[in-house]
């Protein structure tokens, strides 16, 4: 479906709502006292996540350089008695998805983030790329193969902070819903025309956990100028709806930066929410 379609868009509009309330979450197959992710926990209950109530999002993309703010966040979501972390942190990189971004998903992971987020992803491909990234190469017995993984070994810090051991880390440090076991979340941007005529083939990728609508890019990339100069346009609108019915579909987290109104995100399937609840 291309974008400039608008009459097939007008149709997904009128029934993503019901759409979205059709759609039901996995039923969880870890209960959840032992789910350390909180994002996740929450979409298993049906329930949205919102900033600094359940997770909290360190940005790079814009600020490559505020390393110290991802250390803040990731001191300041431990429990001081070693339970799971209080609040989800999840981390945004500074690379867009054509470019080699590997080894700095490698780094945060190894810190000990549950989530990467990457900006301007346009293709299936670019999301195995994130994907395979994020996971450790499968061993023996693996029972979740593809994509296979190419992350190293190292996560010290992250096993301090998660409260487990090298081996229980290892079982859980992968990605979900790929392993229902798993507590990572590969997150990607929507941010493009590209991206949302291709929506339905990106999501169908293993291991995609979650998509966050860039409103403002996806504005700028449709030719209708930066939310700060229209508020939100019909064009922006009409694409979030037919992102959200894909993730309602594919069964993926779908989230939104900067969604006032949340009553209406969430009657179209958004379960995750970068602002506080209101």
């Not at 081996?167 to 076991?181: C, G």
């Amino acid at each position: 479906m291309q974008l400039c379609q608008v009459s097939s868009w007008g149709l997904i509009l009128s029934v993503v709502s019901l759409s979205a309330c059709a759609g039901s979450a996995p039923e969880p197959e870890v209960g959840p006292s032992s789910r350390l992710n909180r994002i996740i926990e929450q979409f298993e209950r049906g329930e949205p996540s919102f900033a600094n109530e359940h997770w909290q999002l360190t940005s790079l993309e814009h600020n490559p350089f505020r390393v110290d703010d991802l250390e803040t966040s990731l001191e300041g979501a431990r429990d001081p008695d070693g339970g799971r972390p209080r609040v989800t942190p999840i981390a945004r990189i500074p690379h867009e998805a054509d470019q080699d971004y590997h080894h700095v998903v490698k780094q945060l992971l190894d810190a000990g983030v549950f989530g990467i987020v990457v900006p301007q992803v346009r293709t299936p491909e670019q999301v195995t790329t994130l994907v395979r990234a994020m996971r450790y190469p499968p061993q023996q017995g693996a029972q979740y193969v593809e994509p296979v993984g190419r992350r190293g070994w190292g996560p010290t810090p992250a096993r301090r902070l998660w409260g487990l051991e090298a081996e229980e880390y290892t079982e859980r440090a992968d990605v979900w819903p790929l392993n229902p076991n798993g507590e990572l979340l590969a997150i990607i941007m929507i941010e493009t025309r590209e991206a949302v005529d291709n929506i339905d083939a990106i999501l169908s990728v293993p291991g995609l956990g979650g998509a966050l609508i860039g409103p403002a890019d996806l504005s700028l990339s449709l030719g209708v100028g930066t939310p700060a100069a229209n508020g939100s346009a019909p064009e922006v609108e009409e694409a979030t709806a037919l992102v959200a019915q894909a993730c309602v579909t594919h069964n993926i987290i779908c989230g939104s930066f900067g969604s006032p109104d949340v009553d209406l995100r969430l009657d179209q399937g958004f379960r995750l929410f970068t602002r506080g609840r209101p």
